[in-house]
């Protein structure tokens, strides 16, 4: 267990510090807690640090089971068998994500204070998350980067589950993870502080991490 996200990210960059053939890469953080994490990830690889701006869509009463994401771009991604599972209707997606892409929308702007986004293309990418449960999230945020040009793509998180490593590793050159549980309960069961960072607590750690 971490005390926090920050010291989860700590954690994560001696694990990275070593690494020069990410030396130079793109560290993009998923709002809001993968933000907190990248700054010390970006630290050690000598990086530049961004967000990927990245929505969950959460089930209707466990919001925080994610059955899809989705990106900048217009990148969707949905999970079938949650959404059967749970029973999720056409009308409630739709719903979701249309409320999750105003959301997204807002966040573009507002997260880093009128600076433009950094380009992608071309260039090594480590997607840094506070942890993976079902992988929805950082699934969208691969597609995204795909599409945008990147030219490796890494994922790094401090834990977990081995369903969602074994998924994302199908899509991505590498996955990194410091944590993963055999008996996986969820990403918060691993901080012992995990209270979601509010949108001045994500502005203010990617204005400090930046170049």
């Not at 950082?138 to 490593?165: D, F, K, Y």
Request: one cysteine or more; glycine letters at 10%.
């Amino acid at each position: 267990m971490w005390a926090d996200r920050r010291a989860a990210g700590e954690a994560l960059s001696r694990l990275l510090s070593g690494r020069s053939d990410l030396a130079g890469a793109l560290v993009l953080g998923l709002p809001r807690g993968g933000t907190i994490v990248a700054g010390p990830v970006a630290r050690a690889l000598g990086a530049e640090v961004d967000a990927c701006l990245v929505r969950k869509l959460g089930v209707p009463d466990q919001p925080e089971l994610a059955f899809g994401a989705i990106a900048s771009g217009g990148i969707r991604v949905f999970n079938e068998e949650i959404v059967d599972q749970a029973g999720i209707t056409v009308q409630e997606v739709a719903t979701i994500a249309a409320r999750e892409e105003r959301e997204l929308a807002w966040r573009e702007t507002a997260y880093r204070s009128g600076r433009p986004p950094l380009r992608p293309v071309g260039r090594d990418i480590v997607l840094v998350d506070d942890g993976l449960a079902t992988g929805a999230t950082m699934r969208a945020a691969i597609r995204a980067m795909r599409a945008a040009g990147a030219r490796r793509i890494v994922v790094a998180v401090p834990v977990a589950s081995s369903r969602a490593v074994r998924e994302l590793a199908r899509d991505v050159d590498e996955v990194i993870t410091l944590e993963t549980p055999r008996q996986f309960v969820a990403v918060g069961a691993h901080y012992g502080e995990f209270s979601p960072p509010s949108d001045d607590e994500v502005r203010a750690a990617l204005r400090s991490e930046c170049p």
